[in-house]
T-cell receptor, first 113, second 119 residues
């Protein structure tokens, strides 16, 4: 099955700085890589996703890059704001299994003033 | 957008009792739903894949006789925690894909979660 590793586990940045979270996956057949933001006690919310036929995707302050050869993908948040503080999870799907997702271990991002 | 609801949002039960959690896709049909469990400060762990009209598929280490899943319609899946014990206390979250929506989207829509506390 798929194994997803995520680093760092905690990340503290000052408001306005950039934050980068990295994930690696094990199954080269995975072709969908979403990123979720989860606030305490709430459901995970999709913030951006990328498919394997694309190397980079951007949505305002958020971007994701994918390196299929190295089997890693990264989340980039620029101009961080206090409301970006949350736990972020990466995930990878497993094709042929109704696209069930394997999640990374999560990164707690703290944006300080 | 696609909306998934869960009921109840919180439940407290006594050890040895059973608890049923409902997951509904409100504005789309889902032949497949997923059930996750999340312990405090941990990641989401997939428990099982719920298939409409057929048996659920359980992940390794998840007891199918303890966590009963029924997916009787294209908009409803239920998870019943039987003979619950304190170690079953957790945040249970379901998700569903809008498989019939535009572009065969891979996106999964999550329910708001159910916090189960077993005393």
């Amino acid at each position: 099955g798929e194994n997803v590793e995520q680093h760092p586990s905690t990340l503290s940045v000052q408001e306005g700085d950039s934050a980068v979270i990295k994930c690696t996956y094990s199954d080269s057949a995975s072709n969908y890589f979403p990123w979720y933001k989860q606030e305490l006690g709430k459901r995970p919310q999709l913030i951006i996703d990328i498919r394997s036929n694309v190397g980079e995707k951007k949505d305002q302050r958020i971007a994701v890059t994918l390196n299929k050869t190295a089997k890693h993908f990264s989340l980039h948040i620029t101009e961080t704001q206090p409301e970006d503080s949350a736990v972020y999870f990466c995930a990878a799907n497993l094709p042929g299994t109704a696209s069930k997702l394997t999640f990374g271990t999560g990164t707690r991002l703290q944006v300080t003033l | 957008g696609a909306v998934v609801s869960q009921h109840p949002s919180r439940v407290i039960c006594k050890s040895g009792t059973s608890v049923k959690i409902e997951c509904r896709s409100l504005d789309f049909q889902a032949t497949t739903m997923f059930w996750y469990r999340q312990f405090p400060k941990q990641s989401l762990m997939l428990m099982a894949t719920s298939n409409e009209g057929s048996k659920a598929t359980y992940e390794q280490g998840v007891e199918k006789d303890k966590f009963l899943i029924n997916h009787a319609s294209l908009t409803l899946s239920t998870l019943t925690v039987t003979s619950a014990h304190p170690e079953d206390s957790s945040f249970y979250i379901c998700s569903a894909r809008d498989q019939f929506g535009q572009g065969a989207s891979y996106e999964q829509y999550f329910g708001p979660g159910t916090r189960l506390t077993v005393t």
